[in-house]
């Protein structure tokens, strides 16, 4: 392939894309694995879900040693050594002998895990042209959401017997996308901003840019509201939990309960797909108003909430063959949804919530690399990640201690509806945060194209254009950027 040609970079972000769900696979695997690991290790489930906690903790405060490093040097060697190590951690999970073991081999994974997406997030910002950036970014983040869906379902059905066997087989599957990754384009930072087009940018990010990161007024907001809204996103990593505690209130064996339970949670969460729909509406939204982006975002989650209150209490008839095999488990799932209304309306309301929160991600993606320059990007998506990491934590920390609070009050699977449905009203915070994100980005977004295009100007190369084929953008043009007719 023509190196840095058309089909070298379509190559080089779909690797990305496939780099981006393998890391949420390492981390979605362990929930629906709760009971299996802690059993064999002779602990509670509360001590593995600790192992989960600490691991978004320190894969989030990693990332942004990670971030740093690409932005000051060449990015692809940062991240390779990344995913390197997160491999090795999460084949030592498998191989684990027991419980302290397993828990040093997660904070491996988790040291390793902070590389991928903060580095590969500055790349593919520089791969992707402006025009394009919401809906390229919805299948990168969609990639994330894919990965942890995936998680789940592989941590269901390769491990309702073994638990040790998804951790060996997504190791495999690292390796295999690693290679992968050698042969993707290293592309020069700033390579698809309009502005730049022909320009030799070699500006990197220094220590002391940390103040003016944060006097773009934008950026606070987009780092601040990952803290209440992963708080919530943190909490559906039990939506599992709550699936197999209905499928064991209804009689059904804890090895079926938990395929039940996997197979449920992943159905459920496919609205996540849709996100692509919440890239393109910021897409073409921003094309009038450079609030656009933070509009769909804001309006996404909060009309989310409802629906996923009602999504928790409404009742589920589970009608699966208790003890089968496998495939007869999971062929019992997907008859469900189409012989059993409560399933398939339960399925209707979780698709349509995350169908409008999905709208959060590629839009959050877009706006960063929208108001920051190149070198600011990996630096600034990893100062929202360690917030989200934070927030995620917590959520995931908090819920299993309000399910325990609740137990007194609401026996299993109740208990786990209220303490989900609660944990919800966190998106309310987040969508006036995007609100006021809509107030200030405009300002940013001006000073950032302005910056950029006096470095065009100043520049003696004559423009040579950019991947997607954008000239270089006026300051007072630069909402209509995204137009392909522009």
């Known amino acids: 392939m023509l190196r840095g040609g058309t089909v070298h970079r379509v190559y080089s972000v779909v690797v990305f894309v496939i780099l981006a769900s393998l890391d949420n696979v390492a981390i979605g695997i362990v929930p629906p694995l709760y009971g299996s690991i802690g059993d064999d290790f ?40 990344g995913t390197v190590i997160w ?5 030592w999970s498998g191989l684990s002998a027991g419980y302290v073991s397993f828990l040093l081999a997660q904070v491996l994974a988790a040291f390793g895990l902070g590389a991928v997406a903060s580095v590969s997030f500055s790349v593919v910002s520089d791969l992707i042209s402006p025009r394009r950036r919401g809906l390229v970014m919805s299948f990168w983040g969609l ?3 894919v990965g942890t869906l995936a998680g789940t379902l592989v941590g269901g059905i390769l491990g309702h017997a073994d638990w040790r066997q998804p951790f060996l087989v997504t190791a495999v599957a690292g390796c295999a996308a690693t290679l992968l990754y050698v042969f993707t384009y290293n592309v020069p930072r700033g390579d698809s901003q309009p502005e730049l087009a022909g320009i030799d940018y070699d500006e990197r990010i220094h220590h002391d840019h940390l103040p003016i990161i944060l006097g773009r007024r934008t950026n606070i907001w987009l780092i601040l509201q990952g803290g209440t809204a992963q708080i919530a996103f943190g909490s559906l990593v039990w939506l599992p939990v709550l699936f197999r505690a209905r499928a064991e209130d209804q009689g059904y064996s804890p090895g079926t309960a938990v395929l039940v339970g996997s197979v449920f949670a992943t159905i459920f969460q496919l609205g996540a797909a849709l996100s692509i729909l919440g890239g393109l509406a910021g897409d073409r939204l921003q094309r009038r108003t450079p609030r656009g982006r933070a509009l769909v975002a804001a309006v996404g989650v909060l009309a989310a909430v409802p629906f996923y209150v ?10 699966v063959p208790d003890g089968a095999g496998t495939a007869d488990v999971i062929r019992g799932v997907l008859d469900n949804v189409v012989t059993e209304p409560t399933v398939a309306v339960c399925l209707a309301i979780a698709v349509f919530a995350l169908m409008l929160t999905s709208a959060n991600s590629p839009n959050w993606f877009a706006m960063i690399a929208d108001v920051n320059p190149p070198e600011h990007r990996g630096t600034v998506y990893s100062l929202g990640n360690l917030v989200n990491g934070f927030g995620r934590a917590g959520g995931n920390a908090l819920v299993g201690v309000a399910f325990q609070r609740l137990a007194g009050a609401f026996p299993p699977p109740l208990n786990y509806a209220v303490g989900l449905a609660s944990f919800q009203f966190f998106f309310i915070p987040t969508g006036i945060m995007y609100w006021m994100a809509s107030r200030t980005v405009a300002d940013d977004m001006a000073a950032t194209h302005a910056a950029l295009l006096a470095l065009s100007k100043s520049s003696d190369r004559g423009p040579d254009g950019d991947v997607g084929g954008d000239p270089p953008v006026a300051v ?3 909402t209509a950027q995204q137009d392909p007719g522009v």
């Open 42 to 81: 002779g602990v509670g489930e509360g001590h593995i879900a600790l192992a989960t906690t600490i691991m978004f903790l320190i894969s989030a405060v990693a990332a942004i040693g990670w971030a740093y490093a690409g932005d000051r040097t060449d990015r692809k060697p940062v991240l390779i050594l």
């Open 476 to 478: 007072e043009r630069f």
């Open 310 to 319: 009602v999504l928790f209490f409404v009742p589920m008839r589970i009608t």
């Open 143 to 145: 990639s994330q959401g």
């Open 87 to 91: 491999i090795a951690g999460t084949a």
